[in-house]
């Protein structure tokens, strides 16, 4: 070192705090460097104090946005009902029987009814009242035909139980039997089913 030079040590003088904060580092006084530093430790922190602010809103928004989202999920839940059981496929082997198609049903709904004929054979011939009668009143006598006399007198008009003579008689007296009527009334088996005329099929 040559005589004369100093160390490096704050320039200036003074004592105390006072002439501590005169002195020079680099040319610059302490107070300077005191004054910067500060400044630089201020701005340091108040730039984190807003980075935790802003990281802290930022979590605090996204909260909400997720509470928002699961309140709103929750209510599409409650307005929609809950949903059915959805644990696995289930299969059900239902057989199917092929569509058939009904026939049309007959008018007639007894099957010895659609057997009916055009004749029912005699079961016995009874004598006509002399002093007249009613067709109906010997229908109900013998239990045929339901007591329906218009079905007997048609049944007596069959070719087969009387003479052409007696059944020209016959037709002319259509609600009663009269004394000049045959002398025999043609009584059919009980049981059997019959087309007659103006009659349809009826039950002897």
Not at 5 to 13: L, M, T
Not at 103 to 120: L, M, Q, R, W
Not at 158 to 183: E, F, G, R
């Amino acid at each position: 070192m040559a005589e004369g030079d100093s160390p490096d040590v704050p320039s200036g003088g003074g004592g105390g705090i006072g002439g501590t904060l005169k002195q020079k580092y680099a040319g610059v006084p302490v107070w300077v460097w005191a004054l910067l530093l500060t400044a630089g430790l201020a701005i340091y922190l108040i730039h984190k104090k807003n980075a935790s602010a802003s990281s802290a809103g930022g979590t605090s928004s996204t909260n909400a946005t997720n509470l928002q989202d699961q309140q709103a999920l929750a209510n599409m839940f409650a307005t929609a009902g809950q949903m059915p059981y959805q644990g696995g496929d289930i299969y059900i082997n239902t057989p199917t029987t092929p569509t058939q198609s009904t026939p049309p049903s007959s008018p007639v709904s007894n099957p010895e009814k659609a057997k009916a004929g055009i004749d029912i054979a005699v079961s016995q011939f009874v004598r006509a009242p002399t002093g007249g009668s009613s067709w109906d009143a010997l229908a109900k006598k013998y239990g045929v035909f339901g007591g329906n006399g218009a079905a007997l007198y048609q049944y007596n008009q069959i070719a087969n139980k009387h003479t052409a003579a007696d059944i020209a008689l016959i037709k002319k007296s259509p609600t009663s039997v009269p004394a000049h009527a045959p002398y025999l009334i043609a009584i059919p088996t009980k049981g059997f089913w019959i087309n007659l005329p103006n009659v349809g099929t009826v039950q002897a």
